[in-house]
């Protein structure tokens, strides 16, 4: 990921400091939402080029009206004029990826060709954010990840449900614990219907949970068994539960539900000595009838700050790509798990 001097140089020779060349595959500029909505320019980034290969072709009218020019704003002779930046559009996205000043690429597009999008610009040398979802398979993400690797570039998702403030609160409570082994942990999560209205809620938000619990238990898993809830057979599932066996001893259960009725802490754990309730972004540490509690930290890691950090000093990523094929693998494993109604070896 990084060169000797602790940088990473922008391809075809470019400077090693100052804002980041980025491109974009599968957008267009004037998407008010995506990736490239979030891009933060300035210090840190600057948009130079994009191509919209991948996406259908862009609807014509049959006839153009013709349009009056519009006239010219007076130029004041008093203030500076600046030379208005322009950004490259190729509709050939290998040419893209032969820009000098393009350093990252933000991958959009297609959710099936994301890994295709990805693995070409990091086999150009460049390194790659990729709208989520991360890829269309584990399989594809893997790939992508280990490509990324091979070529010591970065390649991550900004996932966004790693900043949820029972998180956060949970993990500065682990933290000031000084926790090292958990025995037993469940994360219940109260779903709204519009996540399951179309395919249901273990495909629309069991990667997110799958991966916090990830984050949380710095475990490896036996296996995976579902158990799903459906309204009637053949119908997308309204709530689900996750059972997991942990290899060093121990269990970890997600719960989703759409459906009212008892509330529960959004996370519950135990180790030998301590237990933790965690909800309304604050985590309370029981020991022996003592109680400490541990708020949600301030000091937030903002993604795109700690990708330039990577891609300039070689910072540790704060969403590294393994920890998006682990979740999605699991992901993968609790979904075959529901179809075949045994557990599943991960």
């Known amino acids: ?27 267009v500029p004037e998407e008010e939402t995506g990736i490239l909505a979030e891009l933060p320019q300035g210090d840190l980034f600057r948009f130079v080029a994009f191509s919209d290969e991948g996406l259908p072709p862009a609807p ?80 594809d993400a893997e790939r992508l990840a280990k490509t990324a690797i091979r070529r010591g570039l970065v390649a991550t998702m900004d996932v966004k449900w790693r900043d949820d403030e029972d998180l956060r609160a949970l993990r500065a409570a682990l933290v000031g614990e000084n926790v090292s082994t958990i025995q037993g942990a469940f994360l219940f999560c109260a779903a709204s219907g519009a996540e399951a209205a179309s395919s249901g809620l273990l495909e629309q938000i069991g990667v997110s949970m799958l991966d916090q619990t990830r984050v949380v238990l710095r475990q490896d898993i036996k296996s995976i068994s579902a158990h799903l809830q459906r309204p009637a057979p053949g119908k997308p599932d309204h709530g689900f539960l996750l059972y997991m066996p942990l290899r060093s001893g121990g269990w970890a259960i997600c719960q989703a539900t759409t459906l009212g009725g008892a509330t529960f802490p959004r996370w519950t754990l135990y180790t030998a000595q301590t237990s933790f309730v965690v909800s309304g972004g604050r985590a309370v540490a029981i020991t022996a009838g003592a109680e400490r509690t541990y708020g949600n930290p301030e000091d937030t890691v903002n993604f795109w700050q700690n990708l330039y950090d990577a891609i300039r000093e070689g910072a540790e990523l704060k969403c590294h790509p393994a920890d998006i094929v682990r979740a999605m693998k699991w992901h993968e494993a609790a979904l075959e798990s529901d179809e075949l109604g045994e557990p599943v070896i991960v």
């Open 60 to 139: 014509r009218t049959e006839e153009l009206e013709e349009l009056e020019p519009e006239e010219p704003e007076a130029e004041d002779p008093g203030e500076p004029q600046l030379e208005e930046e322009t950004t490259a559009y190729y509709p050939d996205y290998n040419v893209l990826l032969q820009d000098p000043e393009v350093e990252l690429v933000l991958v959009g597009g297609p959710l099936a060709l994301r890994r295709d999008l990805s693995v070409r610009a990091l086999n150009a040398g460049r390194h790659v954010v990729v709208e989520p979802p991360f890829c269309e398979t584990a399989l």
């Open 1 to 27: 990921m990084t060169s000797d001097e602790g940088t990473v140089g922008a391809p075809g020779g470019g400077t090693a400091r100052g804002p980041i060349g980025v491109g974009a595959v599968g957008v």
